[in-house]
DNA sequence: TCTCTCACCTT
DNA sequence: GAAGGTGAGAG
């Protein structure tokens, strides 16, 4: 796929000069945060310390877009498996002498707990209280804003794990057969999409998904390949009962009157919808997208999923239609599409090249809150934007400028995150003047939370990620958010994280 | 329901 | 060549 992210929702008012190139440089990308502009706003003072340019894009928002149409879901093992499509993104808008960390974590979309049956999602219950998140902190940070805007920033070695007592520092997305009790909430920049988990047997429930990733994700790509390879394959795992069956001969578009995920139909959004930007009360402005009122969780019934991908015990059901995202994605995979990525990141240079290695971003550090959220239900409006839906998303991201960097107000944890209901976000971790940061000065300057969404479903020791449901337009990926710089860590998670439980893990 | 293991692939 | 990621089946 190429690198082709533009039509949805550029910026249209850069703070300055600069942010107005880096803008133009990522006219491709996916815009995901907004920006501040009301001085009479909760965010004024972040105003004036120059958050307010800051901006997320979402790299390959196409892809993003894929998955979402068709609800995105993964396996989340105990080892601890990574996000697909990984989350990377551009920022603009930084101080570029300024040092920032960036911080990501996960956080349930709602408090519900699902279940699948009758092929679709559906809610059992509620959730189970949350557990301390962690957040994810790019092994680039602290970095200068300079180093951040000059290439992709990327989260792709986050890994999600159902394992709460993960050693790594993997991010939780909780387990067990509860699973998908909560959609995750991206944060950095508006929410407009919802990850919620679900508990799946041990496979992708979702039809489209499993191909979608086959077909894009390089390390899956044993499982594409050709008649004779499918043939092979399928001799190898067939069982006695059940015949060899091709793949392709076991997939099945089925007409919508005849989907078993027949149900509300989602219709993607135009592009005016996409792009529209609202101003908040607050400040932060946001896109139409965030108007929309939240949706099922699991919306299923778009046309791309009622695509079945059907196994040996499925293929009396199914029939020989081809996914119809197999060729789309099938040009390149994500790194050749990346070139930009690829050819600035090894020309890093300066502060930060202690984290460069495979083993420094495995270090990454993981921090945790050190108290449960006490609403698992993120209240966006209790954020950063009262237009902001309390809806789940999937991955939010924050930036946060800083001077010192002695230490943070987490727990820290070695590298990856564990699984629970959990949406990935980005989330800041500067501006707070709590103890626990170390002195009595504030160790950032300010902070810019932005997120998108994806949705993440979680089952047992493999937990599986959904992506949003279509009715929250995952056009508007751009989104920033200033936090006061006051809040405690307490604080902190009151306002990022409100309700947000970033991990929780319930292995059995 | 969950863990292990597999073949195949990328890094 | 080693390490690691992937979906899927077996048990």
Redesign the pocket.
């Known amino acids: 796929m190429a690198d082709s992210e533009e039509g949805f929702g550029l910026p249209t008012t850069p703070a300055d000069s600069e942010a107005k190139e880096l803008q133009a440089e990522a006219k491709q990308d996916t815009q995901l945060g907004a920006t501040s502009k009301s001085p009479t706003s909760p965010q004024a003072a972040f105003t004036q310390q120059g958050m307010e340019g800051i901006k997320v894009f979402l790299h390959e928002r196409e892809l993003w877009l894929k998955f979402h149409e068709v609800g995105t879901e ?2 989340i ?8 499509p ?1 989350y990377k993104v551009k920022v603009t808008g930084l101080n570029p002498k300024t040092k920032y960390i960036l911080l990501m974590d996960i956080v349930p979309a709602d408090d519900h707990r699902y ?1 699948f049956a009758d092929n679709k999602w559906s809610v059992t219950g509620k959730a189970e209280p949350a557990m301390p998140g962690r957040l994810y902190v790019h092994p680039d940070s602290p970095a200068t804003g300079a180093h951040w805007m000059r290439q992709l920033v990327s989260f792709q ?1 986050l ?1 999600l794990t ?2 709460h007592l993960d050693p790594f520092g993997h991010v939780s997305t909780g ?5 998908p009790r909560s959609v995750l909430h991206p944060r950095v920049a508006s929410p407009t999409t919802i990850m919620a988990m679900s ?1 799946i ?4 429930v979702l039809a489209g ?3 979608l ?2 077909e894009n ?9 050709s008649d004779d ?1 499918e043939l ?3 001799s ?7 015949p060899v069956v091709p ?1 392709s001969t076991v997939r099945q578009k089925v007409s919508s009157n005849h989907s078993p995920f027949s149900g509300e139909t989602r219709v993607l959004s135009a592009s005016s919808n996409l792009g529209s930007q609202y101003q908040c009360e607050n400040g932060v402005s946001s896109t139409s997208q965030d108007l929309l009122p939240p949706a099922n969780p699991y919306p299923i019934s778009q046309e791309h999923n009622q695509i079945y ?1 059907c ?3 499925k293929d009396e059901e199914c029939s020989t239609a081809e996914h119809p995202y197999k060729k789309p994605y099938m040009e390149t ?4 599409e990346d070139p930009f990525y690829r050819s600035s990141y090894p020309q890093q240079q300066g502060l930060n090249t202690s984290y460069r290695t ?1 083993s420094a971003q495995r270090q990454a550090c993981m921090y945790a809150s050190s108290a449960p959220p006490t609403d698992p239900v993120p209240s966006l409006e209790d954020i950063s934007c009262n237009t902001w839906p309390s809806v789940p998303s999937y991955s939010s991201c924050t930036v946060s400028a800083m001077q010192p960097m002695d230490r943070l107000p987490y727990q820290h944890f070695s590298a990856h995150f564990t699984s629970g209901p959990l949406m990935p976000r980005l989330g800041s971790v500067g501006n707070h003047t709590s103890p626990q940061i170390g002195d009595t000065h504030s160790m950032f300057q300010h902070q810019t939370s932005v997120s998108h969404q994806p949705i993440v479903r979680q ?4 937990t599986s990620i959904q992506s949003p449901p279509s009715s929250l337009q995952p056009a508007e990926f751009l989104y920033s958010h200033g936090v006061p710089r006051t809040l405690s860590p307490h604080q902190y998670h009151s306002v990022h994280g409100v309700g947000m439980v970033p991990e929780w893990s ?3």
């Open positions: 993964m396996i093992t105990k080892a601890g498996r990574r996000m697909f990984s279940k070695k890994k159902n394992n387990g067990g057969r509860r699973a508990p047997p041990t496979s992708i998904i499993t191909q990733k086959i994700n390089p390390f899956a790509k044993g499982f594409r390949g390879m092979h394959r399928m190898r795992m067939q069982s006695k009962e059940y793949r991908h196994t040996k015990r995979s994500p790194a050749e495979e089952c047992g020791p493999q319930e292995n059995s």
